[in-house]
């Protein structure tokens, strides 16, 4: 299809504007194929061309043309996109989709007042909890008191949320919290056996309160593997949430932050288990271009990304030695498989433990509908999204499954929980972790 010039295109008041608008030339290179349809989760769900990246990218055109105004009705097909990022892994034209919808986001947040309980919510989530640890941690801990003292079972039972749908939704998603979490406080972890390197591992914001084993688990797998780990103090949240909720100026600041606190610690490689974080981070470069104090350290931390699985297999990794016995089925989490390109190392991780029997999904890489506050900002279509993808877990005739992203884990334990299923959601580490261990604790 032949696009029109940059002279022939409309020059009215355009609603996108400024330094975080999307790019013009990221607008204009989607040539209207349509290759993306059969990936995006949205239109498969709805079969309407609004809900899909070719509609979205027709709308941004027209609202950044001024042929159409940027209004709530237009803005809904914009919330209801999961950032999965499927459509860039099968488009011919690279159109940098990502992109495109965090600008977008961002310059709705600038110009389209949204309601005033949203707001506050973002601003006590984005503002005060995020970007501060200690914070996180109290918040938890609290939550932790909650469900120890019997307050949640009390509150289901009853349904006192139900009024309140988005806290319910968060309710319904929070899993059993740790005993301990997993605090970042500087610690240096030894190697075992001859020393290869040195690491730091990202904490992040919410695996080290959630799924706080897991990153236990991931210190143990990298020491293991001859690889002295450091958890740097001063690291923060990486921006990942604040990023694809359009708060640009906000991942900015975290992102400078990290590279202080990672940069510092002069590692061999920056270590990250969760496949959303490792993409945010993957893209602090980009995202920090235009900084004159950060560009240059922000390609140089790029750079030395690693997703653990990524990692792992690059060495390469020591194969354990004790057998599971256990059929696996393994979730692509979006930001792994399509933003990272990321497919095959995870699943040679789990083809490498004894006894594994890893069994593929039909549709692996269709998204669970996590996409972080996706899950419950917008819970109808991410329930629609996760039920389908435990159907076609449970079609394996799987025991485990498998993933490495904490969103898509939650979402996933949360409805198989909520469903009865017998099915355990485990992080990829997680089972080469327990290889390690029954190795180390075999007779002999």
Not at 207 to 226: D, Q, S, Y
Request: proline share 8%; net charge positive.
């Amino acid at each position: 299809m032949t696009q029109p010039s940059l002279l022939q295109r409309p020059t009215l008041d355009k609603p996108f504007a400024g330094p975080d608008a999307p790019e013009e030339k990221d607008l204009y290179t989607c040539v209207h194929c349509g290759l993306c349809l059969t990936s995006c989760p949205t239109y498969l769900e709805t079969g309407l061309e609004t809900e899909s990246p070719r509609g979205r990218i027709a709308l941004m055109r027209a609202v950044y043309e001024g042929r159409l105004p940027l209004s709530p009705q237009v803005v809904r097909h914009w919330d209801l996109c999961l950032a999965c990022r499927a459509c860039e892994a099968a488009c011919p034209s690279a159109v940098p989709y990502g992109r495109l919808i965090e600008r977008t986001r961002a310059q709705v947040r600038r110009r389209l007042q949204r309601p005033l309980r949203l707001r506050l919510a973002e601003a006590v989530v984005f503002d005060h909890l995020l970007p501060f640890p200690s914070r996180l941690r109290t918040g938890m801990g609290l939550l932790r008191l909650y469900q120890r003292m019997g307050v949640q079972g009390v509150v289901r039972a009853v349904r006192l949320l139900r009024p309140f749908p988005t806290l319910a939704s968060m309710d319904s998603l929070m899993p059993r919290l740790p005993d301990h979490f997993f605090t970042a406080r500087g610690q240096v972890y030894t190697p075992r056996g001859t020393p290869r390197g040195r690491v730091a591992l990202l904490s992040g914001c919410v695996m080290p309160l959630v799924h706080a084993p897991t990153m236990r688990a991931c210190v143990r797998v990298l020491t293991h593997n001859g690889f002295e780990v450091v958890v740097p103090r001063e690291q923060v949240c990486c921006g990942a949430l604040h990023i694809h909720a359009g708060r640009l100026d906000g991942g900015r600041a975290l992102a400078r932050q990290n590279i202080n606190a990672f940069l510092g610690c002069q590692p061999d490689a920056i270590i990250v288990a969760s496949a959303g974080c490792g993409s945010a981070m993957k893209e602090y470069a980009h995202l920090l271009k235009d900084d004159p104090a950060y560009a240059d350290k922000a390609h140089a931390f790029s750079q030395m990304v690693r997703d653990i699985h990524e990692f792992l297999v690059a060495l390469p990794f020591t194969p354990p030695q004790a057998p599971l016995n256990i059929t696996v089925t393994y979730q692509d989490p979006c930001h792994l498989a399509h933003a990272q390109r990321i497919t095959q190392a995870p699943r040679r991780i789990l083809q490498s433990i004894p006894g594994v029997r890893l069994v593929e999904m039909h549709n692996p890489s269709r998204c669970c509908g996590a996409a972080g506050s996706y899950q419950i900002l917008q819970r109808e279509m991410a329930e629609r999204l996760g039920q389908a993808k435990l159907e076609d877990a449970l079609s394996t005739g799987a025991q485990v499954l498998a993933t490495a992203n904490p969103g898509c884990a939650l979402q996933l334990e949360a409805g198989a929980r909520k469903r009865g299923l017998p099915l355990r959601v485990a992080y990829v580490i997680d089972l080469l972790d327990e290889a390690y261990r029954r190795e180390a604790s075999a007779p002999g």
